[in-house]
């Protein structure tokens, strides 16, 4: 007579083993697709808020293109209505410096050294942003944007060194900073271009 005494239940300890790393292979792969998912949902999220973003720059730019008149007192502490650029940044307009208008000569200019777009309390305001008329598509809110007036810069890049007294060498200046969310305000995309306005 043989005896399989000592083979008795190897059978099921190799079985069990298997089925043991097969559940190990199987919930570590569950997890790398849930992992991917999330990763994907994060790019989507984060895409359009930078689409927002920059879609509030280009409007920004516009802003400035239609509505900025050098001659007229913008930045002056005397202006008076929406287009006023000024300390308070109301309707989104800030300015931190000194100047008063096309007469004062560029030399003149200070855009000071508050970072507007650096404070809270100005993006927790909404007297004190402007925002996009349409919401982008895949975005919890309109994007809002500041437009500080930074001075001049030269409007030949050509020409190293313009003459400070001659107003007609230089251009007004811009710093756009524009903040956007996307589909939660846990992804949220600050984009700043410098924007130089030839007239």
Known sequence: ??????????????????????????????????LEERMAGNFRDHDSAFQAAEAALLDAEEYVESSFDITSAYTSPACTGANCYSSACTGGLCF????????????????????EWEDNSIWSTASK?????????????????????????????????????????????????AVASGTSTDSTVMLQSIYKLVN
């Open 1 to 34: 007579m043989t005896r399989f005494d000592a083979e008795r239940g190897s059978v099921l300890i190799v079985s069990l083993i298997f089925l043991l790393l097969l559940t190990i292979v199987g919930v570590s792969s569950m997890s790398m697709t849930n």
């Open 129 to 177: 942003t402007r925002g996009l008329s349409d919401q982008i598509s895949g975005t919890v809110e309109n994007a809002r944007y500041i437009i500080e007036f930074r001075c001049f810069m030269p409007r030949d890049p050509s020409n190293a060194t313009p003459d400070a007294d001659i107003f007609a060498q230089w251009s007004p200046a811009f710093r756009i900073t």
């Open 96 to 115: 931190h410096g000194t100047f008063e208008n096309s007469t004062t000569p560029v030399k003149d200019c200070s855009p000071g050294t508050v970072k």
